[in-house]
């Protein structure tokens, strides 16, 4: 799903907003995954004003570091990956948790 909603921003086709048939479906297949960008108006598309901002950038990294991690267990080798990712993941969570303290 990542690759998808990359190449989605950097293949970028503007639909009109009374046909988004691709827009529609990385909707569909992304909404439930992250918060959307809060300061989004709620009549917006979600491609990509609702989708952009802090939710889908913690998803994101999450989930390449979820896949990178998967990656290199299967090849056999983690010499050095799981302290970095452990670490982006640490400095991730903190962000997210100030952001959710008022």
């Not at 990359?6 to 909404?31: G, I």
């Not at 992250?34 to 952009?52: E, G, I």
């Not at 670490?87 to 303290?101: E, F, P, V």
């Amino acid at each position: 799903m990542l690759v998808d909603l990359r190449n989605l921003f950097v293949h970028y086709k503007p639909e009109w907003s009374t046909s988004l048939d691709a827009h529609e479906k990385m909707e569909k297949r992304l909404q439930q995954q992250f918060d959307v960008n809060a300061l989004a108006h709620p009549n917006q598309v979600f491609v990509p004003y609702k989708c952009l901002g802090a939710g889908c950038a913690a998803w994101s990294i999450k989930s390449a570091s979820t896949f990178a991690r998967e990656f290199f267990r299967w090849v056999g080798t983690t010499k050095g990956l799981p302290g970095a990712l452990d670490y982006r993941q640490s400095r991730l969570d903190s962000l997210i948790a100030k952001k959710k303290t008022p």
